[in-house]
């Protein structure tokens, strides 16, 4: 046991003050505070004006609106340090900033007062929520008091507390297990920590009014930090609605002015094309690496380029080329972006692997059972143990590396996607259905029924959303969990043509997507129209590819044997070279 610890603060006089520390003759203040009153009227004491300057004044009356505005712009310059100048707010509107008790509550648990604060809080508790909000306040009280007198080394006092005040409550049992134990501690360090407790002087007084507050009605005792709470709110919508925000966090309160609403510019959008790359026959294909710092592009004549990305200059480099047999219909990275998992787009009977690691591509293996497969989708596994490969004809291969080959015999799939607990794999197949597959189990379910053909499929990092392009009907956005349809997106041409799609963006709020009017079109998430049409392209655009790290940028592969590389403009209004434009619709 521990006898020298620090000592909390006594002070026996609980001083006149606003939120932390008001007087206890209230009848001198004549403090209202009741939300039921429809005005508020400037106090008079006996018959006297309270002004300083012995003028008579006229009454002010205050809306109950304008008087909780008051009351949080009260406390915020109070904790701002503003005293005085709340006294003279609290004067002139004639309403104190909270009730009476609660002021004095406060105070006493600011000063280490047990004895006030739990007469207080006797008084208070007519105003607590429920019988459970009242017992939780009380033990909440009685547990600090318990902690600081064990801080200041008075074991005895503590364990009359523990044994006459706090067990006899019967409440949250699985702590009364606990806090004999501290008895046996040896310094007041070794009580925070067991306690995980920051100490009387660490805050924790204010944690406990905190606490508090949450079972006593806004009227009796203002929320903390009331006003920059607000204002944060605030500031979450305006860039929820900001069309163009790009950003992973709302911006800090100390970054922005209040001033002015928040909104993004669509210079510091990926709108225009800084760079194009161009191929010897139609893109058919275009992945970003898990890193993104490498980009895979496909075409029809079998060539696959590997480009390696300067995110600062927003600028694409060659870095191999790699020649497929066949056209290339789809192409999927390694979680660990060493290898490339390619397949055709048809009368393609394999899958080939490409490890992309040394100077030259070297190929590592092929995904294939008969010379009669038709393979058009494949996929990694989260883990990257497996590859799933499959097509039309009715395969559905699970591939370990050089092991083994599952086979899920007799469905017909457009496109496959993985799920990150490594044993779900989707599958949208030719009965216009997105299935989910766990091979090991042997078990499959349906997550949607659909009235068209899948040819695309997208979804969201926290796998709750999917983006569907569906045959001649454009794209749907479906929630995973029910299968339920929640958008559909209007604008892109999707007709006699293969149109990949893709979400983007720091939390994924964007949808991208190629179109047969050779545009590329870009919504926001939860909105059915585009926020952007780009033009730049001369054919149609058939794969689009967000930077999954790197924010500011996607990329669209075009029949135009192109691809554009998309990002902000470096300095708004300069740089009119490139041959692209972007309309807001």
């Not at 457009?414 to 189990?441: G, I, P």
């Amino acid at each position: 046991m521990f006898t020298n610890g620090s000592s909390a603060s006594s002070n026996n006089n609980i001083t006149g003050s606003v939120v932390g520390d008001q007087s206890n003759n209230t009848t001198n203040e004549n403090i209202l505070a009741s939300n039921n009153l429809n005005t508020v009227k400037l106090a008079h004491q006996n018959g006297h004006n309270t002004s300083t300057n012995g003028n008579s004044s006229s009454s002010v009356i205050i809306p109950p609106h304008q008087l909780d505005t008051i009351r949080v712009i009260g406390q915020h310059l109070y904790e701002l340090g503003f005293r005085k100048t709340v006294d003279q707010l609290i004067t002139e509107a004639g309403s104190g900033l909270e009730h009476p008790l609660s002021l004095q509550l406060r105070a006493a648990i600011l000063a280490g007062l047990w004895d006030k604060a739990m007469s207080t809080f006797n008084e208070l508790c007519s105003m607590a929520t429920n019988d459970d909000g009242k017992k939780e306040m009380k033990y909440l009280i009685l547990e600090q008091k318990y902690l600081e007198l064990l801080e200041k080394g008075d074991q005895m006092k503590a364990l009359v507390c523990l044994q006459s005040e706090i067990t006899p409550l019967q409440h949250c049992t699985s702590r009364l297990h606990i806090l004999p134990s501290y008895l046996m501690l040896n310094s007041p360090d070794e009580l925070r920590t067991e306690a995980s407790w920051s100490g009387s002087e660490g805050g924790s007084r204010q944690q406990l009014i905190n606490k508090i507050q949450a079972f006593l009605p806004t009227s009796v005792m203002l929320p903390p930090n009331r006003l920059e709470i607000l204002l944060k709110q605030a500031l979450t919508y305006q860039t929820e609605k900001c069309v163009f925000h790009n950003h992973s966090t709302t911006p800090s309160l100390a970054n922005i002015s209040l001033l002015e609403d928040h909104s993004c510019g669509r210079e510091s959008f990926p709108a225009e094309t800084k760079q194009i790359l161009e191929h010897q026959d139609e893109v058919l294909d275009c992945k970003w690496s898990h890193s993104g710092l490498f980009l895979a592009t496909g075409a029809g004549d079998g060539s696959l380029y590997i480009w390696r990305y300067n995110p600062q200059r927003h600028q694409l480099v060659e870095d191999k080329l790699v020649s497929i047999q066949y056209a290339v219909g789809q192409i999927a990275w390694s979680p660990d972006d060493t290898m490339i998992a390619v397949c055709g787009v048809e009368k393609c009977p394999e899958v080939v692997i490409w490890d992309i690691t040394g100077a030259e591509a070297e190929m590592k293996c092929k995904i294939s059972k008969s010379p009669e497969d038709l393979l058009t989708c494949c996929i990694w596994s989260p883990d990257g143990r497996y590859v799933y490969a499959g097509g039309l004809l009715g395969q559905f291969y699970r591939y370990e590396l050089n092991v083994t080959m599952t086979n899920w015999e007799g469905v017909r799939l457009q496109a496959v996607l993985a799920l990150r607990d490594n044993m779900t794999v989707l599958a949208a197949d030719s009965h216009k259905r997105v299935r989910a597959y766990k091979f090991d189990d042997n078990i499959d379910e349906t997550i949607c029924d659909l009235e068209h053909q899948v040819v695309h499929m997208a979804i969201t990092k926290d796998e709750k959303y999917l983006l569907l392009t569906l045959a001649r009907q454009g794209m749907i956005l479906v929630e995973l969990e029910t299968g339920t349809t929640v958008e559909k997106y209007h604008g892109t041409i999707q007709a006699d043509y293969q149109i990949n799609s893709s979400f983007g963006g720091a939390n994924d709020e964007f949808v991208v997507s190629g179109s047969e009017d050779n545009m590329v079109y870009v919504y926001r998430r939860e909105c059915s129209t585009p926020i952007l049409k780009l033009a730049g392209h001369a054919r149609i655009v058939s794969c689009v590819s967000w930077n999954p790290v790197f924010h500011d940028c996607f990329v669209s592969g075009s029949d135009d044997r192109t691809v554009r590389l998309w990002a902000p403009s470096a300095v708004p209004g300069r740089d009119g070279s490139e041959s692209s434009s972007s309309s807001a619709v």
